[in-house]
C-alpha cells in the first residue's frame, strides 16, 4: 500500500501477459527474494544499456554485427528471413540452417498500425541488391499475419530472380493425424513426399 | 543471442508463472520499449530499497509503521488475519472492514515446508497478549491450506477468550446456483440466513 508497492505492481501490469493479479504475484515475490529482484534489475538495466540490432541481420547482438553475420564458415549466400529473435533462436536450435538471417521484428498487420515501414524490410531489399544471394527462405509463421508478410516480400522480389522459399507445412513430428486441423492436414496431403 | 539477452531471458525466466516462451517475449518487449524497461528497473531497486513490513501487522509499507496501523480512526480491537498483502488490499477496497490486519505471509504447508515458524504467528500471538483486543476475524483463504491454518490459530487462541470468527462461505455474489460447486452449495444451506 506504498508508492514503491504501487509502482512496482503498475511497472509489471502492462508488460505482455501480465494482468493485475499476475503483476501483484510477481510484486510479492520480488519483495520476498532480493536475489531475484537484484538479478531482474540489473539484467533489465544491462540488456538495455548493451543489447543493439546487428546492423546486417537486426539480431540482438553486443557488437555492431552479431555471431552469425560475422562467422565465416555461415553461407552468405542463404538469407533466412524470420519475424522475430526467437524464431532464429529456434532455427539455430534445430540446427538445419546454416545460412545467414534476417529480422523482420514483426509481420505485417493493419489491424494493429503495423505497415511495411514498420518492419525491418528496406533494409533486406538493400542487402539482397547489395550481396550476391542465391536463396530467400521466408520462414515466418504460419498464421495470417506470417503469410501475408512472406507474400508481400515474395512480391517485392519477384524481379530479382533469386530462389524464394517457404518452410513446409505439414504434420508437427511426434503429433496424431486423428488431432490435426483440417488445413494442416490438408496441406500435409497437398505437401505429400515420394518415399 | 548475446550474453545481456541470456541474463535477462534468464532472470525472467523462472519468476512465478513466467515459463520459456513468455520469457523470451518480455525480454523482446523490455528490448523495444525502452521506457518500460527504464520503469521496471527503478520500480523494482526502490521497492527492494524502501519497503519493508511494517513492525505492527506486517503490511508494506515505507515507513516503521503502515498506514493503517497509524490511523486513529480504525478499531484496534479488530484484528483481521490474512495470508498476504493482496488479501489486505482486496478487503480495503470492499470498504466493510475498519479494523487492523494482521499479515502472515503464508499458509501452513507442510508439503512445501513451511510450517509455523515461518509464519509471522509469533508476533500475532504476542500482538494478542499486549493489547486489548476484542475479536480476531481469520480471513485466510477458503483452501485447504488457509483453512487448516485458520485452525491452527483458533486453537492456538482458544483459551484467551478473544471472539474469533471466520468470512462467511456461500455463492459469490452475480454467480449461478446451477454451477455452483457441491461444496460450495453445501455450506450456502448450512449458512443459510433468515430473511
New interface residues.
Partial sequence: ?????N??V???Y?????GP??A????????KY?N?????????????E??RPCQMCG????DDF???CTDESRDKAQICVVE???D??AL?RCRAFRGQYHILGGVLSPLDNVGPDDLRLDSLFHRVTQNNIREILLATNPTVEGEATAAYIAQNLKESGIRLSRLAYGLPSGSALEYADDITLARAVEGRQPI
Fill in positions: 500500500m506504498s508508492s514503491s508497492w509502482k512496482l503498475k511497472s509489471l502492462g508488460l505482455p501477459g501480465v493479479k499476475m501483484e504475484r510477481l510484486a510479492i515475490y520480488l519483495l532480493p531475484a529482484s537484484l538479478a531482474l534489475e540489473d539484467a533489465v538495466r544491462s540488456a538495455r548493451k543489447i539480431a540482438f547482438t553486443e552479431c555471431r552469425i522475430q529473435m526467437p532464429l533462436a539455430e
